[in-house]
């Protein structure tokens, strides 16, 4: 008992870390008036170097509880890391439009924050703004499926449960994506799902980490056209 509390502890520490570098960084997007060029220059190289660091340590730790190495990604492994990933936007649409009929919302609140974030796009310094959409995109991603599907599933689970850490993980990656109601609590849930789909098929971190790059990925880039003034 004493043991499988110990976990459940070092698994929220874990959640709390991959959640860090997006905090710090919207603190320094928000303070960066406050300091000059250089200042923030050196601000965003340290919150790089820390990120790296956070995503560095998170690997050793889930090699160190699953004790599975990475494979290489084929044509195969794409396609069907492109076939989740369809998955994962269906029901992100599916979820927003219930949440616009049902709650009259035009996005959920996790949407809204990142949108928030870019609203007055035009006073991002540009190193802030590559560093915003790198970590929304890449990084990001890879701290999730390592805490969620890489350590989640393998510190709290044996190897041989499947239901369990699906259902689990999944209900605690949709908890941590700042749901107000209950769609959209399943919709991210079922996102987690997915994500635990794609790494269960070979039980593969870097499969999940494809496909949610992939999903990520999309408003990363309507977010880099609005900065460029495409529309």
């Known amino acids: 008992m004493k043991q499988r509390l110990f976990s459940?502890?070092?698994?929220?520490?874990?959640?709390?870390?991959?959640?860090?570098p997006l905090q710090i960084l919207v603190i320094l997007i928000g303070s960066q008036s406050q300091f000059s060029t250089m200042v923030n220059s050196v601000f965003g190289i340290v919150f790089f170097v820390l990120t790296i660091s956070i995503i560095i340590f998170l690997w050793k730790r889930y090699i160190r509880y699953s004790n599975e190495k990475a494979q290489k990604i084929g044509l195969r492994d794409l396609g069907f890391?492109?076939?989740?990933?369809?998955?994962?936007?269906?029901?992100?649409?599916?979820g927003t439009l219930l949440i616009t009929w049902i709650h009259g919302e035009d996005m959920t609140a996790n949407d809204?924050?990142?949108?928030?974030i870019t609203d007055n796009s035009?006073?991002?310094?540009?190193?802030?703004?590559?560093?915003?959409?790198?970590?929304l995109s890449i990084l990001v991603p890879i701290?999730?499926?390592?805490?969620?599907?890489?350590?989640?599933?393998?510190?709290?689970?044996?190897?041989?449960?499947?239901w369990l850490p699906l259902i689990i993980?999944?209900?605690?990656?949709?908890?941590?994506?700042?749901?107000?109601?209950?769609?959209?609590?399943?919709?991210?849930g079922c996102m987690g799902v997915v994500f635990f789909l794609s790494y269960h098929r070979r039980k593969n971190i870097l499969d999940s980490i494809l496909v949610h790059i992939f999903n990520n990925g999309l408003p990363a880039i309507v977010i880099t056209l609005e900065f460029m003034g495409v529309f």
């Open 8 to 20: 459940i502890l070092k698994f929220i520490g874990f959640m709390i870390l991959s959640l860090a």
């Open 81 to 94: 890391a492109f076939l989740f990933f369809l998955m994962a936007r269906v029901i992100a649409v599916v």
């Open 112 to 116: 809204e924050a990142i949108m928030s």
């Open 122 to 135: 035009g006073d991002f310094l540009a190193f802030y703004f590559f560093l915003f959409v790198l970590s």
């Open 143 to 162: 701290a999730e499926e390592l805490t969620y599907r890489g350590i989640g599933a393998n510190l709290l689970f044996s190897k041989k449960r499947f």
């Open 169 to 188: 993980t999944s209900l605690v990656f949709g908890l941590m994506h700042s749901p107000t109601n209950i769609i959209s609590f399943l919709m991210y």
